[in-house]
């Protein structure tokens, strides 16, 4: 609609779900098929696709409690016995070794702990290694918007007053410094040899991975058989298997509604067997190593972390928020030992 940019969030959700009343799918699964037709969508992609059915329900509830508990969440390390003796938090920028100036404030903000085992060395993804689950806690419910509807409001840190207005959201508050990260996060320059986007909807996370991988990919994210308390695992006897040598990674910003930030980055992608080791729940965790960090700060937290300098290979688990594009059939298929 020609005037649709001068319309408010919650009217623009609202012709958004009665279009989408009319349509056997959403706007995004359609478009998926479209470039494969065979492969149902991942459940981590379409959990976040805005259901008519249930979307009143779901904002009234993010409305009461501002929150939705994920079960489990968080980040595995290694049990190294030990952790760090900083705060600092844990953002996708610090993959570069890159800070906003933003987050140079929050090094000294006690946030939270990154235990000494967030990073480890290749050679640590062993057959019965002891893995720990880090943090958990709630966190916001997102959904993607349709992608016509992410076109029409402004993502960028020169609109960031109007962005605040389309969303309804106070300027002095907490959400509105978490969009402003996510903003400058976004619009940090790429490291040598990055191709890096924000993807405000399902259809252009798709666009970017295929145009830098081509069609023959599928995503992968860390999965759990089923909801469990326990925190403490190892990795299964099977062990570690390369799933490929190329990727991109796509992680969840903290954002009011589904925003990705996605950089393809040389990069060998494990998927690691897990098992619980109170209940026995399995856990597909994906872990990602890093071979070309020679450009990468000597200051950057992990090499501090395992005491060792640019050049050495970097891994650290995703969390479950967090997606990497793999190809779809590799000859890499093998298992590490």
Partial sequence: ???????????????????????????????????????????????????????????????????KAKVPEGLFYLDHQKTMDKTIPFYPSHIHGKESNTERDDLTSKKLIVPNGTFFFEHDLLPGKKVILGHTESSAEFTFLPDKIAKTIPFSSNKFPEILNRLSIEADSAEAMSIKKSLEHCENPAMKGEDKYCATSLESLVDFAVSKLGKNIRPVSTEFERETQDRQYSVAAEGAKIIGEKGMVCHQMDYPYAVFYCHKVKTRTYSVPLVASNDGTRVKAIAVCHPDTADWSPDYIPFKMLNTKPGATICHFLSTDTVIWVPQFSSLLKYHM
Avoid: I
């Fill in 1 to 67: 609609m020609e005037f649709s940019h001068l319309l408010p969030l919650s009217a623009l959700f609202c012709l958004a779900l009665l279009g989408s009343h009319v349509q056997a799918s959403l706007p995004a699964e359609d478009y998926w098929q479209t470039l494969w037709p065979n492969t149902p969508m991942p459940k981590v992609f379409k959990d976040l696709l805005v259901q008519p059915a249930d979307w009143r329900t779901m904002r009234s509830q993010h409305a009461a409690t501002h929150s």
